[in-house]
T-cell receptor, first 113, second 113 residues
Framework: GESVGLHLPTLSVQEGDNSIINCAYSNSASDYFIWYKQESGKGPQFIIDIRSNMDKRQGQRVTVLLNKTVKHLSLQIAATQPGDSAVYFCAENSGGGADGLTFGKGTHLIIQP | DTGVSQDPRHKITKRGQNVTFRCDPISEHNRLYWYRQTLGQGPEFLTYFQNEAQLEKSRLLSDRFSAERPKGSFSTLEIQRTEQGDSAMYLC???????????FGPGTRLTVT
């Protein structure tokens, strides 16, 4: 079925270290993937997206990697800062029919001083 | 502020009452989406519009839920005869088209007592 999941519910990292948040998806027809950041009491904030014809995309301090062979997505955050503390969701879209995003449960990133 | 806005931000209602939420998308965006998010979960897709046309509504949770976008600009989500299980955050998102990222509003938190 269509589902997107995350491997870890909580990830704790030291300030200044790099963070890697992982995501597994099951719908092989998915062709668009997005990472969102959600702070408490706020709506999800777009971070970066990637289409299935790519395997890597870089933004400011963030990199998304897509491995279609094993249906795995990851978000790398360089030099993690206190403001990066939030819940991170990956989401996918198969492009057909509903066109709504399918979200996983999220990973809570905690930054240790 | 040119982002997605939602009103009200919080709504407390008694079981059995009807509620209506409003979403104003980013002005040049022709697609508008509604999601529901319960505590500890990722957003769950409900329905979406392209301009004034509702292109997907099979994901609405029951026939008590309905949405409109009469002039292709703002949208409303109505829940009739609310139940305690309807308590959640209701999120609106908009995008320029299906090929572009969805931007979320701050959400309306509904509490049904």
């Amino acid at each position: 079925g269509e589902s997107v999941g995350l491997h870890l519910p909580t990830l704790s990292v030291q300030e200044g270290d790099n963070s890697i948040i992982n995501c597994a998806y099951s719908n092989s027809a998915s062709d668009y993937f997005i990472w969102y950041k959600q702070e408490s009491g706020k709506g999800p904030q777009f971070i970066i997206d990637i289409r299935s014809n790519m395997d890597k995309r870089q933004g400011q301090r963030v990199t998304v990697l897509l491995n279609k062979t094993v249906k795995h997505l990851s978000l790398q955050i360089a030099a993690t800062q206190p403001g990066d503390s939030a819940v991170y969701f990956c989401a996918e879209n198969s492009g057909g029919g509903a066109d709504g995003l399918t979200f996983g449960k999220g990973t809570h990133l905690i930054i240790q001083p | 502020d040119t982002g997605v806005s939602q009103d009200p931000r919080h709504k407390i209602t008694k079981r059995g009452q009807n509620v209506t939420f409003r979403c104003d998308p980013i002005s040049e965006h022709n697609r508008l989406y509604w999601y529901r998010q319960t505590l500890g979960q990722g957003p769950e897709f409900l329905t979406y519009f392209q301009n004034e046309a509702q292109l997907e509504k099979s994901r609405l949770l029951s026939d008590r839920f309905s949405a409109e976008r009469p002039k292709g600009s703002f949208s409303t989500l109505e829940i009739q005869r609310t139940e305690q299980g309807d308590s959640a955050m209701y999120l609106c998102a908009s995008s320029f088209s299906s090929l572009y990222e969805q931007y979320f509003g701050p959400g309306t938190r509904l509490t049904v007592t």
